[in-house]
């Protein structure tokens, strides 16, 4: 018989996570809050690199698990997923992040490569995610193996199930907060910006060291997103047009066709960070069993993939 599991939640952790669980034959239904395209996970940039999350012991074998299945869903052009080239560059010199390994074609960069100002830089290509495409991609996908949406709010995880024999799996992201509750998991909001794309190819992140404004140029196909902010504990998604006008200057600074580009629509979402990712199982006061996969900062795309088939393991282990 197929075991029912109710996944809580619409991102791209609750949606990949539903997928694998669907398709390895479970009876699954999404409940979220909002529906996918209104998630934080539709917001993100989104460029493959697993940084600043923890453990490192476990974040790195589920980023190889979720790099090589994005690789793969590049092939599908509906997946939104493509392997894009791109440099990372810096004012000073730094060693190259422990997940660079998994990346076999970064290499330094030439001069001319380097945009004013930057005397450091790496070449590589990594995956690059038209975040709302994907999305719909992983519902349809979802939906083909049998699964449902169900947008509902939740005060509970126990209110998620009809009955303690349905399993719940909490990828709630900031959600769980108050679900759990968590008070470890904590917002820091990320700002966007999306313009037309003057014809820009490949992606450039530049360091910027501890402070709350980032800087990056993700091209994807007719638009292109700008970043951002990493703002700890800021829980306001309403636009702000001083924070946009700041970010797009700072773009213009590496890219100076973006000073042309129409500006579309700003993109605002809180990443839920806590001190380490939790992937686990346990059995809630009810008995009922929870698999909990939350709190994956600004890695979900990272790491997606590479939790879900834990997810997949830890359910079948506890059932």
Not at 112 to 127: C, I, K, N
Not at 192 to 214: I, R
Request: with cysteine.
């Amino acid at each position: 018989m197929k075991q029912p599991v109710v996944v809580v939640g619409a991102g791209v952790i609750g949606l990949t996570t539903a997928v694998r669980l669907a398709e390895a034959g479970n009876q699954v239904d999404v409940v979220a809050a909002e529906p996918p395209r209104a998630t934080t996970s539709a917001v993100a940039g989104a460029l493959w690199g697993p940084w600043l999350v923890e453990p490192r012991e476990r974040v790195l074998p589920w980023a190889a698990r979720s790099l090589e299945v994005l690789r793969e869903l590049a092939d599908n052009p509906k997946s939104g997923v493509r392997v894009v080239k791109g440099i990372e560059v810096s004012r000073t010199s730094y060693g190259p992040p422990d997940w660079a390994s998994l990346l076999p074609d970064r290499t330094p960069c030439a001069v001319e490569d380097l945009p004013t100002g930057y005397g450091h830089g790496v070449r590589y290509s990594a995956p690059l995610v038209d975040m709302p495409v994907h999305l719909d991609y992983l519902l349809a996908r979802l939906q083909a193996a049998g699964g449902t949406l169900t947008i509902r709010q939740l005060t509970s995880l126990d209110q998620a199930g009809a009955d303690s024999h349905t399993a719940i799996v909490n990828c709630s992201g900031i959600g769980a907060r108050q679900l759990v509750p968590d008070m470890d998991l904590l917002p820091v909001r990320g700002y966007h910006v999306v313009a037309e794309n003057p014809g820009l190819t490949e992606f450039v992140e530049a360091d910027t060291g501890d402070s709350s404004d980032l800087l990056a140029i993700y091209p994807h196909g007719d638009h292109v997103i700008l970043g951002g902010t990493a703002e700890p504990e800021v829980w306001n998604r309403d636009p702000d047009a001083a924070i946009a006008a700041a970010i797009i200057d700072r773009c213009i600074t590496l890219e100076p066709r973006l000073a042309r580009a129409t500006i579309l629509e700003h993109r605002i979402g809180l990443r839920p960070t806590r001190p380490t990712v939790r992937v686990e199982a346990e059995r809630s006061t009810t008995g009922r069993l929870i698999v909990h996969n939350y709190g994956h900062s600004g890695a979900g795309v990272s790491l997606g993939w590479g939790c879900a088939d834990e997810v997949v393991t830890l359910l079948a282990v506890a059932i």
